[in-house]
């Protein structure tokens, strides 16, 4: 069966809505693991028919046809770790939890395989109450794989780009596609339009937090952020301009840890001026994506940015995306990758008629428009900022996939 496994090669991905969407799968090789899965299933209300037989194999040829679940229990009992980290990383690019299953007691073996690409993995034998009790740490934010989440800050080459706009669909996508617990931080407390750009009412959370930032916990923010669709979770603030703000480094790093330990994935829109303003912010970033116009100013501060911000932390990776590019640029896609001596991760078309169509509903384009190229290529760049692995080596997967 050759197929569905080209269609994982290439990537695929799926532009069903949440809805199509089973809340579970498992493939699992013996019947004590799937009596267990069973038991979950029933207690949860959720079919028993998406439990099959088979492992991880099986779940290569069978997946890649149809939406991947939101939680996928995988059986990897037997199987080469090799074999195991290549199909594991594959799977979870199309965008699922997965809960691995083998007999290995060993952390090594634990750590290989949620590095590739699981979110927790279970020694067997396995009875309900470890599975129930996996899944519901999956569901929490900082589960057991991966304590901290990941904080991702997205800014500007120049003004008017379109962080905010990336931003809000990639949060979207870390929430909805990839079954992300996210968050979504509009850092510009006067003037931020991530409230707008989702049609949300802003919440004076975020200015409640710099006020008094012992009292930001769990609790806090939960009541303090707008929660939209399944896990995203948004803190969008509209101040007045002569309501001074203060911020303070311990502020703003207190923050930064609280989000971390909170959610999965927090995404910050970060206002230029925060550069000179709150330069302790960056050093807590796990990636920052600066977005640029393919203008030889763009090219300019770009660079100027990239050199001054990585030397504040070494350890960011640091991403840079075109956006509202045209058919006839000032400055070539080549040109620019030359300038900023790199690749561009993503090169986004200009499209206002559908932005604005977005826009005038108050949607993300990603909800808006799936199967929109931005969107697509913008769920790839996703799938990496939320730190699962770059695609493996094609001979393991192939040998993988043809059992
Ligand atoms: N690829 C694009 N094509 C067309 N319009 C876009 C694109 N990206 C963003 N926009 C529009 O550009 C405007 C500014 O975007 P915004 O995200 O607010 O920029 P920034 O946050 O960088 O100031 C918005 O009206 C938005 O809809
Ligand atoms: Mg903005």
Redesign the pocket.
Known sequence: MAAPVVALKTGMLFDTDEQDRDPFGAYIADDAAAAAAQAVARLRGWSTGSIRKGGLPTALRLLGVAPPPRFLILDIEGLPIEEVEAGLTEIARLGTAIIALGAINDVNHFRRIVRAGARDYIVKPVDADALGEALVRLEQPGDAANPAGRLVGFI?AR????????AVNAAWIMAEKLSRRTALVDMDLYAG?IALALDIEPTRGLREAFDDPERVDEVFLQNAMAKFGKSLHVLATEEDFDDAVRMTDDKVLMLADTMRANFDMTIL?VPRHFVMREPQLFSRFDELVI?AELTLQALRDCNRLTKLLQARNRQMKIQIVA??TTSKPDVSVKEFETGIDGKLRCV?????KT??AA?IKGRALAGHKPKHR?VADLHRFCIELAGVPEEPRQGFFRRLGKR
């Open positions: 500007g003004g008017g780009v379109g962080v905010t706009t990336l339009n829109d977005v956006n509202q986004f078309p200009h499209d206002p932005f604005a826009g931005i």
